[in-house]
C-alpha cells in the first residue's frame, strides 16, 4: 500500500459518505482522518443531525457489521453500539465474570467495547464511573475482567480499535459533561451544526422522502476492516514532517499557554500540553494524506488545528460570560475560536 493508495479510498469513503449524510463535507473529511491517525473522536451536536447515521455508515464503509469474528481467541464485533443511560454501569461496557453452574466456575462476558469501531452513544448521559471505564479502556487499548487482561487492538492481527463517541452540548438535567482532563483522551472534538442554509436543509429532507428505510443501509463496504492497520502505518511513516512544520506546531502549542505568552490569557485558562501537540502532527499527517500529499504542509495543520485542541483547552469564564449571546457551550466555542486565531496570528507573523 503507498499514500495514493490511502488517498484513493479516503476519497471514494467521501464521496459515499455524501451520498447518504448531506453537507458535512469537513467533518467527515477529520472523522476520516482521525480514523488514519488512529485516534479516538468525540461528536458533539444536538440531536438529530445525523451524527449516528455518519457513523454507522462509515462502519458500512469498512466492512464492519454486527458480526463476530474471532481473533486470538478473543471474539470482537465489527461494529457495536453503547447506548449510554444514567443506569449504566461499567461491567456493561467492559464485561464482567459470571457463574456457570455446570462448570462451577466463573467465565469471562466479554463488553460490547470489543468491537473495532464503537459507537458510543451520548456519553455524558452516564454517570462519571461509567464515563470513566470507557475512557480507560480508550487509553489502554485493553480491558481487565477478574484476572485476564484482553486488547481491543491487535496489529499484528489486522485488529483496530476506535471510538467515536456522540454528546449533546444542551447541559440537560441529569448529564453528565466529561472534564477536560478526559476529554483529551479523544484525538478530535468534531462539533457539528444544524445544517447551515435552507437549501442544505431541503436537501437532507429530499433525500429522505418516498423512502422507508434509511439510506446508509444501502452502503456496501469498500475495504476489509485489516486495511486501516496497513493504511495507519502508511500514513504515520510516509507522510513527512518538515522542521519548519515541527516548529510551526511547537510554536503554536507553547503560545496557547498563559504562562509563555501573557496575552493568551485573555482567552485560555489552560494552554495545550505536550500530548496535544503530538495529536496535532499526527492529525495533520492524514489530514495531508487525504489531500494527497507527502508531507505536511501549514495548510494542514491550520485546518486540524481547532478540532484537535478545542475540548483541551479551557476558556477564560469571564471572557465566556462576556461572550454569551446563545448558550454556554456556543460561547465557550467562540472564545476557543478568537483565541486560537490570535494563536496563529502570533505564530505566523
Ligand atoms: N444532514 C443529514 N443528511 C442525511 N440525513 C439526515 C441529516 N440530518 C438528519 N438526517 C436524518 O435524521 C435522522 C436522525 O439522524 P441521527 O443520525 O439519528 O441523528 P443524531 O445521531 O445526530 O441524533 C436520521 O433519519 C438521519 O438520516
Ligand atoms: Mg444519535
Known amino acids: 500500500m503507498d499514500l495514493d493508495d490511502v488517498r484513493r479510498t479516503a476519497s471514494e469513503m467521501l464521496s459515499k459518505l455524501s451520498r447518504v449524510v448531506v453537507g458535512y463535507r469537513e467533518e467527515q473529511r477529520l472523522l476520516i482522518a482521525s480514523m488514519l491517525a488512529g485516534g479516538h473522536v468525540l461528536l458533539e451536536g444536538v440531536p438529530g443531525i445525523a451524527k449516528t447515521t ?4 462509515l462502519g458500512r464503509l469498512m466492512g464492519l457489521t454486527e458480526d463476530y469474528v474471532e481473533i486470538g481467541g478473543v471474539r470482537y464485533k465489527g461494529f457495536s453500539r453503547i447506548q449510554f443511560t444514567p443506569d449504566l454501569l461499567p461491567s456493561d461496557i467492559t464485561g464482567s465474570l459470571i457463574f456457570n453452574p455446570s462448570t462451577r466456575s466463573f467465565e469471562p462476558r466479554l463488553g460490547p467495547i470489543f468491537a473495532y469501531i464503537v459507537l458510543a452513544d451520548e ?40 471510538v467515536i463517541a456522540t454528546q449533546n452540548p444542551v447541559e440537560q438535567e441529569g448529564t453528565y459533561p466529561l472534564p477536560e482532563a478526559q476529554l483529551d483522551r479523544f484525538l478530535m472534538r468534531i462539533i457539528m451544526e444544524y445544517p447551515e442554509g435552507l437549501e442544505d436543509e431541503k436537501n437532507v429532507f429530499r ?15 469498500i475495504v476489509e476492516p485489516g486495511w486501516l492497520i496497513e493504511a495507519q502505518r502508511t500514513v504515520a511513516g510516509g507522510v513527512d514532517v518538515g522542521e519548519d512544520i515541527l516548529d510551526y506546531v511547537t510554536r503554536l502549542v507553547r503560545t496557547t499557554r498563559p504562562t509563555i505568552f501573557k496575552p493568551a490569557a485573555r482567552f485560555f485558562e489552560l494552554g495545550a500540553s505536550p500530548r496535544a501537540g503530538i495529536s496535532l502532527i499526527r492529525a495533520s499527517q492524514a489530514y495531508a494524506a ?32 462576556e461572550a454569551e449571546e446563545e448558550d454556554r457551550f456556543h460561547a465557550r466555542v467562540r472564545v476557543i475560536r478568537e483565541g486560537l486565531k490570535l494563536i496563529v496570528d502570533q505564530v505566523s507573523a
Open 54 to 57: 455518519m457513523v454507522k455508515a
Open 123 to 162: 456519553i455524558n448521559r452516564a454517570v462519571p464511573r461509567t464515563q470513566s471505564a470507557l475512557l480507560e479502556a480508550m487509553q489502554e487499548r485493553q480491558v481487565t475482567i477478574g484476572d485476564s487482561t484482553y486488547p481491543l487492538e491487535d496489529r499484528g492481527r489486522g485488529k483496530f480499535f476506535m
Open 207 to 221: 433525500l429522505h422522502l418516498g423512502r422507508l428505510s434509511e439510506p446508509y443501509e444501502e452502503l456496501e463496504s
Open 290 to 321: 487525504i489531500r494527497g500529499s507527502g508531507s505536511v504542509e501549514k495548510q494542514d495543520v491550520d485546518a486540524v488545528l481547532f478540532p484537535v485542541l478545542n475540548h483541551r483547552l479551557i476558556p477564560n469564564m469571564d471572557r465566556v460570560i
